[in-house]
């Protein structure tokens, strides 16, 4: 670990040696300690927010589930209707078609009848 601010405590350099030596011993002068602790508070705060969103994108992943799941439910209920009108709506053009063929037919006949 090596003191950038040492000079500024005044610590003499048998002690700074020994705590350079000491791996987990973090130390910073008290301009810098205000600033670290700052920096510490935010980092904090954002590792929170960020566990926050993880928890909320968890939500959201299971509310789409869901809303797929009710998708499914309320499409076949449509689908059935829909096939169910499309039937009825070919069903009903193919009477208008037999009924106007066999309107033609029967004007075609009368015509005819008279023609002759």
């Known amino acids: 670990m090596v003191w950038y601010h040492a000079k500024c ?36 705060r954002i590792k929170q927010q960020q566990e926050q969103r993880g928890f909320d994108v968890i939500g959201i992943k299971e509310d789409i589930k869901l809303m797929k799941a009710d998708t499914e439910t309320l499409k076949k209920p449509l689908r059935e209707e829909t096939d169910f009108n499309d039937k009825k709506l070919k069903q009903n053009a193919d009477k208008i078609i037999t009924t106007v063929h066999n309107l033609l037919d029967t004007r075609l006949r009368v015509k005819y009848r008279r023609t002759q």
């Open 9 to 44: 405590v005044d610590i003499n350099m048998e002690l700074y040696r020994h705590q350079q030596k000491c791996v987990n011993l973090y130390w910073y002068c008290g301009g810098c300690n205000k600033g670290v602790r700052q920096v510490t508070e935010e980092i904090c």
